[in-house]
C-alpha cells in the first residue's frame, strides 16, 4: 500500500507564497496520475490540481495563474507551489491518486492565509 505524506503547511499573510510536499513511500508519480485535494471544515474535499502519469497537469479555475503542480525528477515527491495566497485558499490540503482516490487519506498540512 502506498503511503503519502503531506508537509509545507502553515500560516501566511494574503499575496504570500507556500510550497506544500507530498512523499511517497515509492515511486508512483510517474506511474500514477496524482494530485492535490483541499477540504474546509464542513465542506466537500475539492481537488485543485492534477498531474498524469505522462506530466500533464490540469487545475481548478481557481487557483489557476496562482497554483503550480510538479514532481521531483526520481519521481517520488510531489509539490504544490502556491503564489499570491487568497484567504479563500484556507484548507486542509492533501495529496492522493487522481482521479480516484485511494480510500486511505494521509493527515493533510494545514494552510492558513489571514492578515
Known amino acids: 500500500q502506498v503511503q503519502l505524506v503531506e508537509s509545507g503547511g502553515g500560516l501566511v499573510q494574503p499575496g504570500g507564497s507556500l510550497r506544500l510536499t507530498c512523499t511517497a513511500s515509492?515511486?508512483?508519480?510517474?506511474?500514477?496520475?496524482m494530485g492535490w485535494y483541499r477540504q474546509v471544515p464542513g465542506k466537500q474535499r475539492d481537488l485543485v490540481a492534477r498531474?498524469?502519469?505522462?506530466?500533464?497537469?490540469v487545475l481548478a479555475d481557481s487557483v489557476k495563474g496562482r497554483f503550480t503542480i510538479s514532481r521531483n525528477n526520481a519521481r517520488t515527491t510531489m509539490y504544490l507551489q502556491m503564489n499570491n495566497l487568497k484567504p479563500e485558499d484556507t484548507a486542509v490540503y492533501y495529496c492522493?491518486?487522481?482521479?480516484?482516490?485511494?480510500?486511505?487519506w494521509g493527515r493533510g498540512t494545514q494552510v492558513t492565509v489571514s492578515s
Open positions: 515509492e515511486i508512483i508519480f510517474s506511474t500514477y496520475g
Open positions: 498531474i498524469t502519469g505522462g506530466g500533464r497537469t
Open positions: 492522493n491518486r487522481a482521479p480516484d482516490p485511494w480510500s486511505s
